[in-house]
Each structure stands twice: as structure tokens, then as C-alpha cells.
């Protein structure tokens, strides 16, 4: 008893407290990129990245929302909005049993998802939900899954849940758009999958990328899940916040943190990317980390960059260090938008305070 009050009192203590680490909420921008000049190239396919949006306000709406919808309304037919996960916090959509009415707390948490569909609703550019750890709280994603099918089709919109199958497991899936073809993995369930199911869904992820490879060899592959393969957040042991870190800490005393990118299972999955992407065009995008971060491969190996967007809502906003492969890195609400024009491939970042991006950067240029 005198062990669970004495860490009590410290959490207390320290949660006022922060560390010397820079939280970078000014952009951090690698000093070596090289300027972009304004585009008028032709766009082929505009993706938005948002991840962990599931405290989203409906009304108003999330600053961070509403801006994605202006800029899918721009060529909402070339748009495609993926959502990176962490859809309701804290518990994932509520469950109630078939005779019972949702509470008015239920009926609150529902409304973050349906804020975030409003992207789609007001926009008209498709969007895919991927789940996230905090939506398999809820032990299951078949009830969040079927209100996004119910919502789309009662209010004639484009959303889909993916990757998902009623009683079956979540095994990748892909969709192939105009220079490029996107990837949606169930990250949470990958990362807890027993090793036999664990290398199907690798096994039909392989399968998936050989048939792109031969049927879209030009296509830039994006994978998007809500686990990111790298990051100087929190869930790489990167804290700005001492009560945070210590929370973090008595937390692990109690329980196994998978969340974390050094656990083992996490690591399994960083190295089957790495392994099935080593030689391929490729992107990797997700949230997990309540920042926006860019990383580049030194070594040119797929996935060439890596991309955390996780910070599409300010109560959710955490500290963000850099490291050695770091192009960018911010601390404040917004999101990423990956745009395939005829002459590369532009990546923007906005956050929800300035109307043009805080950062630009060419992945791709023609040679």
C-alpha cells in the first residue's frame, strides 16, 4: 500500500515538471533540403494524413478537420483521405447490447468518429478508417466498422473501415489510384497476432506487393497503419514531460507495453516492412505519436521515408525530438498531404495556424 501511494505522490509531483528535451513546437526542418518552388504540374492523386483524431470536436469542428476539408475539396475526385488510427479515444466504439439505447457519454465518444467523417461528407473525396490500439480496446472493431459502413451509405458518401473482415482476420489490403497504390494495415493486430496468423497476413502482404509490382510498376507504395516504423515521440522513449514518463513507467510495472517501437513483437513487424520494402518505391505512414515527424533512409532502402502523423488533434499533442535521419519535426495540431503530380512526388505539411504549409519537400523528382 505505502509502494502505490508513495508512486502516487511522485506522479503528483512530477506532472508539473518538464525535461530539457526541445519539444520542437516550432518546425524543425533539416537545413540540407532543398527549397520547393510553387507547382504547376497536373495532379494525379492528392492522399491526406491524419491520424488519432478520436477526441475530434463535431461542432465546431476540429480546426485540424475542417482544413482537410478544404483541401480535399479541392479535387475531391483525386482525393484520397486515409485516417491513421486511434478513431475513438479512449476505448474504441462503444458496446451495448442489441436491446439497449448508447448513453449520452457513448453517444459522445461516437461523435469524434462522426466528426472525422465529416471529411468525406463535406468533401466528396473517399476515405479509408484504419484502426488503431486504442480502437481495439474495445475488444472487437466490427461495431466501428459497421457504423462507418451505415453512416457512408445513409449519408451517400465514400468510407470504408480497413483492413477488415467480419470473424476473420484482418489481412492487408489494397486499392490502386493514379501513380500510386495504398496499403492499409491493421498495425494493433499484427503486432498481437500469435506467429502462425502473424506470417499469413505477411505472407499475403508479399502477395499484394508482387501483383502491384507487376501490374502498377510505376505506382509509388504507400503503406499506412497506425504503428509508425520509426519516431522521437513518446513510444520511442523520447519524453518532454517528466509526469508523463514516470506515468509511463508505473504503467509497465503492471502491465506488458507493446506499444512501445522497442518491444519485440513492434520489432517483428518494423522488420518484415523493412524486409518486403527494402527494394521498392515506397512510403510508410502512420500516427501512434501525437506529432508530425518526416524521416528519410540514408541508405536509399524502402520504405524511403517514413511518415508519422499523428497529431490531428491538439489535446492530443506531444513533444517530438530529431534524430540523425529527421527532414521535419513539429509539435502542434495538423496533418500531412502526399500529393502525386506528373512531375514527382510533393509532400506538404500544415498545421492548423498558417494557410500554406509549414514544410515542403520533394520525395521524388524525375532524373
Known amino acids: 500500500m505505502r509502494l502505490k501511494v508513495t508512486g502516487l505522490c511522485l506522479i503528483v509531483l512530477l506532472s508539473a515538471c518538464s525535461t530539457n528535451k526541445p519539444a520542437n513546437t ?23 494524413l491524419l491520424g488519432d483524431a478520436g477526441h475530434s470536436a463535431i461542432d465546431p469542428l476540429q480546426p485540424s478537420l475542417e482544413k482537410a476539408i478544404n483541401r480535399a475539396t479541392l479535387a475531391p ?12 479515444y479512449f476505448f474504441g466504439f462503444p458496446n451495448k447490447d442489441e436491446d439497449e439505447q448508447y ?9 469524434h468518429l462522426e466528426a472525422q467523417l465529416q471529411i468525406a461528407k463535406r468533401s466528396g473525396a473517399e476515405m479509408y478508417i ?59 493486430w499484427l503486432i498481437k497476432a500469435e506467429e502462425t496468423s502473424y506470417q499469413q497476413a505477411i505472407e499475403h502482404l508479399e502477395q499484394l506487393l508482387q501483383t502491384t509490382a507487376r501490374d502498377y510498376p510505376d505506382n509509388l507504395l504507400l503503406l499506412t497503419a497506425h504503428h ?78 517514413r511518415l508519422v502523423s499523428g497529431a490531428a488533434n491538439t489535446s492530443k499533442v506531444s513533444g517530438v525530438g530529431t534524430s540523425d535521419t529527421t527532414d521535419f519535426a513539429l509539435s502542434q495540431e495538423g496533418f500531412m ?10 509532400l506538404k505539411v500544415y498545421d492548423i495556424y498558417n494557410e500554406q504549409p509549414v514544410h515542403q519537400q520533394w520525395l521524388w523528382q524525375p532524373e
Not at 337 to 346: K, R, S, T, V
Open 228 to 305: 509508425p516504423m520509426e519516431t522521437m515521440g513518446p513510444h520511442n522513449g523520447y519524453y518532454t514531460h517528466r509526469g508523463y514518463q514516470f506515468a509511463m513507467f508505473m504503467l509497465e510495472l503492471f502491465r506488458e507495453n507493446d506499444q512501445d517501437i522497442e518491444h519485440p513483437r513492434y520489432q517483428r513487424m518494423i522488420n518484415d516492412m523493412e524486409r518486403l520494402l527494402a527494394d521498392k518505391k515506397s512510403v510508410f505512414a502512420a500516427g501512434h505519436d501525437h506529432s508530425l515527424q518526416v524521416f528519410k533512409d540514408p541508405e536509399g532502402n524502402g520504405p524511403q521515408y
Open 26 to 48: 516550432s518546425p524543425y526542418i533539416n537545413a540540407e533540403l532543398a527549397q520547393v518552388s510553387p507547382q504547376t504540374a497536373p495532379l494525379k492523386q492528392r492522399i491526406l
Open 130 to 188: 484504419v484502426p488503431g490500439n486504442h480502437d481495439w480496446y474495445a475488444d472487437q472493431v466490427d461495431s466501428q466498422a459497421q457504423y462507418i459502413e451505415d453512416y457512408a451509405r445513409d449519408n451517400q458518401l465514400q468510407a470504408e473501415f480497413a483492413p477488415h473482415r467480419v470473424n476473420a482476420d484482418p489481412l492487408p489490403e489494397i486499392i490502386h489510384r493514379d501513380g500510386i497504390s495504398i496499403v492499409f494495415l491493421d498495425s494493433q
Open 103 to 111: 448513453s449520452a457519454s457513448q453517444l459522445e465518444d461516437i461523435s
Open 77 to 88: 475526385e483525386k482525393t484520397t483521405v486515409v485516417m491513421l488510427g486511434d478513431n475513438i
Open 337 to 346: 498531404e502526399l500529393d502525386i503530380l506528373a512531375n514527382g512526388i510533393l
